[in-house]
């Protein structure tokens, strides 16, 4: 008669390092590797002074045989990059906090006070964030202008909901979704109002969707390119995916070094973001799963 420890001692082959490495090592070492190799590169390229980036015949092309901080000091002293750096954190902070509040305000209306065509109306506001930015930007700029917010921070932090609430109230729809009823007609039969529902019940159970929209929001807002290169002239005011592609190009010039610096420091704030609040996310979740 065979065991389960039996058959556990037979299927030991299974877990032999060639299967193992062809299954978990190789996959997971070829996804870390095309992950991180972008990062490496703008790394090299930053500390690479460029008589060793344009000379590969002498210099091994990944590789920094002297380096430097040349690139560094010429992005942050030569350049307005300090003020794109506030900037965009302002811009990004503002109209995620914005899109939060109003995304939160939406999904709970439609998903938890139960009137005709709530479906219909989350479906709406969906459908919205599916329209193409370069096709929102043309009548945005007439009502930029016309208000006088343009060369302002003021532009994007009001034109950048437009496309952030629809996804955030879309994903956050989905996890009021998941809250059992009963837990608010207790709370309304005990005398609490919907906004103490939605501040003391709600948001708590559903804090792991409100974190995931709240990154979203903030990477989209970060990265954003086309809004701010239409409502922003002045190089003060300018966000640092448009200064660094404006300010660093000069014609078919391309100050490789000083990009690379602009794209490997300016992607550190949300690198940052992502490694604390993933971390809460994930307890988050636990904590909800135990409860």
């Given amino acids: 008669m065979t065991t389960v420890d039996d058959q556990s001692v037979g299927m030991d082959y299974l877990e032999s390092f060639p299967r193992k490495f062809l299954r978990v090592y190789l996959p997971l070492g070829l996804i870390i590797f095309f992950l991180l190799f972008p990062f490496y590169w703008m790394a090299v390229t930053t500390f690479k002074p460029d008589a060793e980036m344009y000379d590969y015949e002498k210099y091994n092309p990944f590789l920094i045989a002297h380096p430097t901080l040349e690139h560094i000091k010429k992005l942050f002293f030569d350049t307005d990059y300090p003020l794109w750096m506030w900037n965009t954190v302002i811009v990004s902070v503002s109209s995620t906090f914005i899109s939060l509040f109003a995304s939160v305000c939406a999904a709970y209306a439609i998903e938890r006070l139960r009137y005709k065509g709530s479906r219909y109306v989350g479906l709406a506001i969906f459908l919205g964030y599916l329209v193409p930015p370069s096709i929102l930007f043309i009548p945005l700029a007439a009502i930029v202008f016309q208000l006088g917010l343009f060369d302002g921070n003021l532009a994007l932090i009001l034109t950048y909901p437009t496309f952030l609430i629809p996804f955030c109230t879309w994903l956050l729809m989905g996890y009021f979704r998941t809250i059992p009823y009963e837990l608010e007609e207790c709370a309304l039969i005990d005398g609490a109002t919907r906004l103490q529902i939605l501040i003391k019940i709600t948001l708590p159970l559903s804090l792991p969707g409100v974190i995931s929209a709240g990154i979203f929001a903030f990477t989209l807002s970060w990265n954003e390119f086309i809004y701010a290169l239409t409502f922003i002239s002045s190089s003060e005011n300018k966000t ?52």
Avoid: C, Q, R
Wanted: without cysteine.
């Fill in 240 to 291: 640092i995916p448009v200064g660094a592609i404006t300010e660093l190009v000069n014609g078919d010039v391309y100050h490789w070094g000083a990009l690379m610096a602009a794209a490997l420091t300016g992607s550190v704030p949300v690198v940052i973001l992502y490694s604390f609040f993933v971390e809460y996310y994930v307890s988050a979740m636990t904590g909800a799963v135990k409860e």
